[in-house]
């Protein structure tokens, strides 16, 4: 299998190669060349979380890297569970917060760190990350630490909460952080400058870990099984997944899991205000707007990097766009939302909470909805204490960081400036 780069078709590479380089020449996103099908047998199913991680990983990296290899990955990379929640009669929340960070980011960061600590060899690596909250944290505890890597991690100064910053500004080490005086599109802009810069690329080794590094995505295709596993055989046919929805990674991974033969029935996009993809598949423009602040902030995105993949693959497997439902969840009913799953006595947060809510317009009669949560609610203390009029007590995770100093530097969206300070940082 070769992974291609969407832009420059002649751009094919490794696994290895493609992970290591994060995006391709004149920034495209690289896509596999064909889609690995699984036999879902009821052995298939049967099996726990980490064998069938890696059955699913494998199925994709095993004729390049070894099964044995493969499977070292997932077992050192996944080390909590994803448990699927019931929420009402006929839908549940898939619980992707376990991990160390309390983010589903965890999953695909820290399969990504393995990866690349494996494939760095001895070259140093500078990870370039731009943030708009889980993944920085996500990314900065999976890479923390490692010898030879350095991290340096963007986010829009004052765009995320201010424990979101405890998490991942306060480590320091190799884990350098920069609050950029913009929005999140502005550190993904500086981001990507700095890729296509290619002496500066190469002095510094950069390497991406957004969700366009392939490493995330393939990783977050395991939990999709995972739901699936969870929920009685007979309503696997049935079930519609709603992902909440900023720079569409996750969607992405559900749509790969599905072309992987995940007996998935369909999938409901769900964004916050900033709803270009809902536009775009209501009246075929693409026209993003200025970013909206939002309660779920980590969706607080206009221009989705992953979409393009997104499109080849419903492009590759004849799947109508037209089939991708999408619903916009306005900040009232976000709120209107939570407080809902709250008295149905599930304790939530405003990302999973806008998923809810698409989910809840979507189902249909005879389908089980899986609405995916991608965060703890104690991420986002504030506002679900807010709107809930409730405490709500730290978890460890959380209490450790909260009097620890944040040691970031500010710097205006300007790419003179970032270069300045790769220079002297890292
Ligand atoms: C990153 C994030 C999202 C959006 O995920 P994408 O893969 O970028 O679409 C949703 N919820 C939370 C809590 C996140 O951290």
């Known amino acids: 299998m070769e992974w291609v780069n969407l832009k420059v078709p002649a751009e094919r590479l490794s696994f290895a190669e493609a992970v290591r380089q994060g995006l391709g020449q004149q920034q495209g996103l690289f896509f596999p060349d064909q889609i690995p099908q699984l036999t879902l047998d009821a052995a298939f199913w049967q099996q726990d979380m980490l064998a069938r991680a890696e059955q699913v990983m494998g199925a994709w990296l095993a004729p390049e890297l070894g099964q044995e290899t493969v499977s070292a990955l997932v077992r050192d990379a ?15 929340c898939l619980e992707l917060f376990h991990g160390p960070t309390l983010a589903f980011k965890d999953f695909g960061a820290r399969f990504l760190a393995q990866c690349l600590s494996r494939f760095a060899e001895d070259t ?21 630490g490692l010898d030879n890597i350095q991290v340096v991690v963007l986010y829009p100064d004052g765009g995320i909460s201010p424990l979101q910053e405890k998490m991942f ?28 810069d290619a002496p500066l690329k190469q002095r510094y080794g950069l390497t991406s870990a957004n969700s366009i590094n392939i490493a995330r995505l393939l990783a977050q295709i395991c939990y999709y099984f995972e739901a699936l596993a969870q929920l009685p055989a007979a309503q696997r046919e049935q079930a519609v997944f709603s992902v909440p929805s900023g720079n569409f990674g996750n969607l ?9 033969g995940a007996p998935i029935k369909r999938f409901v996009a769900a964004t916050n205000a900033n709803d270009t993809v809902p536009r775009y598949l ?10 909206h602040a939002t309660l779920s902030n980590a969706m607080d995105v206009t221009s989705p990097n992953n979409w393009p993949r997104v499109e080849a693959l419903c492009q590759r497997q004849g799947w109508p766009l037209s089939t991708l439902a999408a619903e916009r969840v306005s900040e009232a009913e976000t709120e209107q939302r939570l407080r809902q799953l709250h008295q149905q ?14 989910l809840e317009r979507q189902l249909q009669p005879g389908e089980v909805g899986v609405f995916l949560g991608t965060a703890h609610p104690a991420k986002f203390q ?20 909260v009097d620890k100093q944040v040691l970031s530097e500010t710097l205006g969206a300007d790419a003179a400036a970032f270069e300045a300070y790769l220079h002297r940082t890292v």
């Not at 609050?179 to 296509?196: E, I, N, P, R, Y």
């Not at 992405?252 to 992987?260: E, F, I, Y």
């Not at 209501?282 to 970013?291: E, I, K, L, N, T």
């Not at 006595?345 to 698409?358: I, R």
């Open 345 to 358: 006595g599930y304790l939530s947060e405003p990302h999973a909470a806008v998923a809810s809510e698409a």
């Open 169 to 196: 500004c306060t480590l320091g080490d190799n884990i350098h952080t920069l609050a950029v005086k913009g929005s999140f599109d502005d550190c993904q802009a500086l981001v990507k400058g700095a890729f296509s």
């Open 282 to 291: 209501a009246d075929g423009v693409w026209s993003p707007m200025p970013v």
């Open 124 to 144: 140093p690596l500078t990870i370039l990350t731009a943030t708009s909250g889980d993944t920085g944290a996500a990314v900065a505890d999976a890479f923390y």
């Open 382 to 401: 504030g506002a679900v204490e807010q709107v809930l009029e409730i405490e709500l007590p730290l978890p460890p995770a959380l209490a450790a960081v």
């Open 78 to 92: 996944f080390r909590f569970a994803a448990p699927l929640q019931a929420v009402t009669e006929r839908s549940h």
């Open 252 to 260: 992405t991974a559900g749509l790969l899991a599905k072309a992987m």
